[in-house]
């Protein structure tokens, strides 16, 4: 089976798709990379895959969709949470002291 380079492969998935966008991959690999390794691996397409519906809400603007990368990249890089603080970060103190008097 040959190779088949990167462009080819967005060229025939636009076929497929049916769409038709200039794509910088190098923002959507660089979105990708840093969802990928500060937030979690499986981060990496779900980031990518929210940036792309946002970038159709706003249609197709290249500027606002390098904005949108931005402070999803951002986001990104300042991401520290483990997955049990993010799981209790919307706990809400009232409903934490209700459960707790129930449980007694």
Same mark, same amino acid.
């Given at each position: 089976?040959?190779?088949?380079?990167?462009?080819?492969?967005?060229?025939?998935?636009? $076929?497929?798709?049916?769409? #038709?966008?200039?794509?910088?991959?190098?923002?959507?690999? %660089? *979105? &990708? /990379?840093?969802?990928?390794?500060?937030?979690?691996?499986?981060?990496?397409?779900?980031?990518?895959?929210?940036?792309?519906?946002?970038?159709?809400?706003? $249609?197709?603007?290249?500027? #606002?969709?390098?904005?949108?990368?931005?402070?999803?990249? %951002? *986001? &990104? /890089?300042?991401?520290?949470?483990?997955?049990?603080?993010?799981?209790?970060?919307?706990?809400?103190?009232?409903?934490?002291?209700?459960?707790?008097?129930? $449980?007694?």
């Amino acid at each position: 089976m040959g190779s088949v380079n990167l462009h080819d492969w967005i060229d025939e998935l636009c $076929d497929a798709l049916d769409v #038709e966008v200039d794509l910088d991959e190098a923002l959507i690999l %660089d *979105l &990708a /990379r840093e969802a990928a390794h500060n937030v979690d691996r499986p981060a990496a397409p779900i980031t990518t895959f929210l940036l792309g519906y946002a970038a159709a809400r706003s $249609d197709g603007d290249p500027d #606002e969709l390098e904005r949108l990368a931005g402070a999803a990249t %951002d *986001l &990104a /890089r300042r991401w520290d949470k483990s997955a049990y603080e993010v799981e209790h970060e919307d706990d809400d103190p009232e409903v934490e002291e209700e459960l707790e008097s129930v $449980d007694a």
